[in-house]
Nanobody
């Protein structure tokens, strides 16, 4: 089985920065695409950024130029550097990974979420 553990959330003022981390563990053969999603109160979960195994990236329009997704394949870890944070970035941020498991095929996994709160 695979587990994703997130860290780095917290409370910051508008204009500040946070760096989220998500480390995958388990019987992993290969982590394919990874991504960050977020869900604000009363809203649906939305895609923030994704990154392929070869570090091709994609961002939601709302975070382009402010957020940067990256990964360390040797550590099975994905990061989200968040700069110039706005109050509307406040949400629970979830890590997602498309994982090929040794001898068990391929499945999608989610972290438990980490709270990001941006004050004005």
């Amino acid at each position: 089985q695979v587990q994703l553990v997130e860290s780095g959330g917290g409370l910051v003022q508008a204009g500040g920065s946070l760096r989220l981390s998500c480390e995958a563990s388990g019987n992993i053969f290969r982590i394919n695409a990874m991504g960050w999603y977020r869900q604000a109160p009363g809203k649906q979960r939305e895609l923030v950024a994704t990154i392929t195994y070869y570090s091709s990236t994609n961002y939601a329009d709302s975070v382009k130029g402010r957020f940067t997704i990256s990964r360390d394949n040797a550590k099975n870890t994905v990061y989200l550097q968040m700069n110039s944070l706005k109050p509307e970035d406040t949400a629970v941020y979830f890590c997602n990974a498309d994982v090929s498991i040794l001898l068990r095929g391929r499945n999608d996994y989610w972290g438990q979420g980490t709270q990001v709160t941006v004050s004005s």
